[in-house]
């Protein structure tokens, strides 16, 4: 079975511009969650999609945005792009059965702000 | 919320010695427990979960985690190391519930260094 597969792998942007990152997760999963990992803060929560619902969000600003199709893909979008956006996202999902449903990662997308 | 916290940021052992990563949760209830290992330019790989089913967890690669509620921890370990071990592994509690969503927060990691 396919794993998690993000796209693109890395990303240069510029301060201002706006990103759309994509996630393909895992098929039959229908959870969707993705995260900000950077050498700082770590690796904080973003927001979870289920159903092309967003269930539950992450203490970010609103220029970060997501949404999640039929067919369970999900993208997320960052507007106004500042240089502390530069990070790892990462996306995952999960069968999302009960909160013991582990989460399975793709490689991440690498976005460099300059 | 709940959280976890690893101890050590940087864990160095030899080649084919004990591996011990530590981690302490905070939770009022008993907590979904999961460490997780990242390799270098890769996203994170599960390596095993706790779900109260049973104490001593034995997950890939031949780790282990022992959930200890007396001491509200879930430290990894595994016996003899391998130069293949050296990553970043994160451990991490579950949050939330069927009604708000779900996500794991995450401690700050611990990266494993093994000397020949």
């Known amino acids: 079975k396919a794993g998690v597969t993000q796209t693109p792998r890395y990303l240069i942007k510029t301060r201002g511009q706006q990103v759309t990152l994509s996630c393909s997760p895992i098929?039959?999963?229908?959870?969707v969650s993705w995260y900000q990992q950077t050498p700082g803060q770590g690796l904080q929560f973003l927001f979870e999609?289920?159903?092309?619902?967003?269930?539950n969000k992450g203490n970010f600003p609103g220029r970060f945005s997501g949404r999640q199709f039929s067919n369970s893909r999900s993208e997320m979008n960052v507007s106004t792009l500042e240089l502390g956006d530069s990070a790892l996202y990462l996306c995952?999902?999960?069968?999302?059965?009960?909160?013991?449903?582990?989460?399975?990662f793709g490689n991440g997308t690498r976005l460099t702000v300059t | 919320a709940q959280s976890v916290t690893q101890l050590g940021s940087h864990v160095s052992v030899s080649e084919g010695a004990l591996v011990l990563l530590r981690c302490n949760y905070s939770?009022?209830?008993?907590?979904?427990l999961f460490w997780y290992v990242q390799y270098p330019n890769q996203g994170l790989q599960l390596l095993l979960k706790?779900?109260?089913?049973?104490?001593l967890v034995k997950g890939i690669n031949g780790f282990e985690a022992e959930f200890k509620k007396s001491e509200t921890s879930f430290h990894l370990t595994k016996p003899s190391a391998h130069m293949s071990d050296a990553a970043e592994y994160f451990c991490?509690?579950?949050?939330?519930?069927?009604?708000?969503?779900?996500?794991?927060?995450f401690g700050k990691g611990t990266s494993l260094l093994v000397t020949p």
């Open positions: 939770s009022s209830v008993p907590p979904y």
């Open positions: 991490a509690v579950s949050d939330g519930n069927s009604n708000s969503g779900y996500a794991l927060n």
């Open positions: 999609y289920f159903s092309e619902t967003q269930r």
């Open positions: 706790y779900t109260s089913a049973a104490t």
């Open positions: 995952a999902s999960s069968l999302r059965q009960g909160d013991n449903s582990p989460l399975h």
């Open positions: 098929s039959g999963h229908r959870s």
